[in-house]
């Protein structure tokens, strides 16, 4: 039996336009985040300073991807403006 999911909202940059990659790793950066958020409101667990340190080490990793993507599309300058 599959459990059907929502989609969880992800704010994509305007870089995301133009780059599919970009676009991914933002929705996958997303999943993370609500899987992250499941777990805690499940278990009804405290964030602590190991799963605050997971999850910048997982941020900083998909930031890291996506500036390389950026570099390499030329659409670096975009990575951080959003549409308002």
Do not use: C
């Not at 970009?22 to 996958?28: A, M, P, R």
């Amino acid at each position: 039996m599959a459990i059907k999911l929502d989609k969880p909202y992800v704010k994509h940059s305007i870089a995301s336009e133009s780059d599919d990659r970009v676009w991914f790793l933002e929705e996958l950066e997303g999943e993370v985040l609500e899987f992250a958020k499941y777990m805690k409101d499940h278990y009804k667990i405290k964030y602590n300073d190991t799963a605050r340190a997971h999850l910048k080490r997982i941020g900083k990793s998909t930031q890291n991807l996506r500036v390389t993507s950026s570099l390499g599309t030329a659409t670096f300058e975009d990575l951080h403006k959003y549409k308002e």
